[in-house]
């Protein structure tokens, strides 16, 4: 018996760096960053996972873009 364990995942994921904590320019520049990977890639999706300190100007530069920009599955996670 062959078991395909193969599983496709539609969501890019990352990790943010915790120096964005500060720089709503650096934050705004590492989500459009991770946008233009992920549509390179093809995926219908991003997710950002940060820490609880760094969410707060993730979703402030997330903001910024409108929403014809951001994937239909752009999340932002703590993590």
Same mark, same amino acid.
């Given at each position: 018996?062959?078991?395909?364990? $193969? $599983?496709?995942? +539609?969501?890019?994921?990352? !990790? ?6 500060? +720089? ?19 995926? $219908? ?9 760094? !969410?707060?100007? !993730? ?21």
């Amino acid at each position: 018996m062959v078991v395909d364990m $193969t $599983t496709i995942l +539609d969501s890019y994921q990352v !990790l943010a760096p915790e120096n964005l904590r500060d +720089d709503l320019s650096a934050a705004v520049d590492f989500v459009s960053t991770e946008i233009f990977i992920a549509r390179i890639y093809d995926n $219908t999706a991003v997710e950002i996972i940060a820490s609880p300190e760094v !969410l707060p100007i !993730l979703a402030e530069a997330a903001a910024a873009f409108d929403g014809d920009e951001l994937p239909a599955g752009f999340r932002l996670r703590e993590g």
